[in-house]
């Protein structure tokens, strides 16, 4: 029976992903620093599934933890800070973002591996206007393809945008800026937009995101070798994405919706954070024959109810019905 180990197993896609992978038939290790969510926990008496709690960080973790795996889902990130994405140089984040993966190239032991990187490396421009995350991202996607190139694994790297939503069976939301918009305007304060309103931004669910990385487990012959953008077939404009966050906030609170503004973006800005983002998402699903299924805003209610409630927040939840209808 095969060997699947994932790496970052109780983080936001993480535990998405371990949800998925405990309907298929394989061996399923789930490592984390910290205790898998309880829809992973509820199956810890399986004989086929190890939950492994270990700091990849320290000496030989990282061997121990896909020992004798056939294929390794590396969603392991410095992800603490909401901000995290935009943070100076960090030598302990990019031991996590960069280091992991490099380490698992060189155990030589899975034979297929599937790396998480961003969709802001699908946007075109000059690798001075990056952010060191990007570039921590870019040199695993590097690396990994290399290794590929050289017969070492069979290496995957998909690119996701902004994750939205709450994963099936959890309550916390992710970060970005729908979260962001969420709490100002659950907190009656006015949603900032930088700059003009048209720019768009491709909005996944987490749980799509999921359900793409279990279509690259089951096609890794097919597309290893190569980056892959992952994400819906059009990006929302960030306008419309502040209305329906400021909407689904309004139905919650039972106030009035709270005023979008428009204002100048700030210097910490990044080059891609003030253009639309384009991915080739058609090629990855004619590749998998993988779709996304929820629309864009059924992930912002959801992630407004959720972090409501994380608030203490009541929610009405026939008010708070999605305006959106998923696909499918």
Not at 136 to 159: P, W, Y
Not at 302 to 320: F, H, Q, W, Y
Request: with cysteine; glycine share 6%; charged share 25%.
């Amino acid at each position: 029976m095969t060997q699947v180990t994932v790496l970052g197993a109780s983080g936001y896609l993480g535990s998405a992903v371990s949800r998925l992978l405990l309907t298929r038939s394989c061996r399923v290790r789930l490592v984390s620093r910290t205790s898998p969510h309880r829809t992973v926990r509820s199956s810890e008496h399986r004989e086929d599934i190890d939950l492994c709690r270990i700091d990849l960080r320290q000496p030989g973790a990282v061997e121990y933890a896909v020992r004798d795996s056939d294929l390794v889902i590396c969603l392991v990130a410095d992800l603490e800070s909401r901000h995290a994405w935009r943070r100076e140089e960090d030598p302990d984040a990019e031991s996590v973002d960069l280091g992991v993966l490099e380490r698992v190239i060189e155990c030589s032991v899975p034979r297929s591996v599937l790396f998480a990187s961003t969709a802001a490396l699908s946007n075109p421009g000059a690798d001075e206007a990056r952010t060191p995350y990007e570039l921590c991202k870019q040199r695993a996607e590097r690396a990994l393809l290399d290794a590929t190139k050289h017969g070492v694994v069979r290496g995957v790297s998909l690119r996701f945008p902004s994750l939205v939503g709450v994963p099936q069976g959890a309550s916390e939301p992710g970060m970005g800026a729908v979260r962001v918009f969420a709490e100002r305007a659950l907190s009656g304060q006015t949603i900032d937009l930088w700059a003009s309103g048209d720019i768009r931004r491709n909005l996944l669910h987490v749980d799509d995101a999921a359900s793409a990385v279990l279509a690259a487990v089951r096609h890794v012959d097919r597309i290893a070798g190569d980056n892959w953008d992952v994400g819906a077939a059009k990006g929302t404009p960030l306008a419309e994405i502040a209305e329906l966050v400021a909407d689904a906030a309004a139905r919650i609170t039972g106030q009035p919706p709270t005023p979008v503004v428009r204002v100048a973006p700030p210097t910490t800005a990044a080059a891609h954070d003030l253009t639309d983002g384009k991915l080739e998402v058609a090629r990855f699903q004619a590749a998998t024959n993988w779709t996304p299924r929820r629309s864009a805003a059924t992930a912002i209610n959801e992630t407004v109810a959720a972090l409501a409630n994380t608030l203490g927040i009541a929610t009405d939840t026939r008010s708070a019905t999605p305006a959106g209808k998923d696909i499918g």
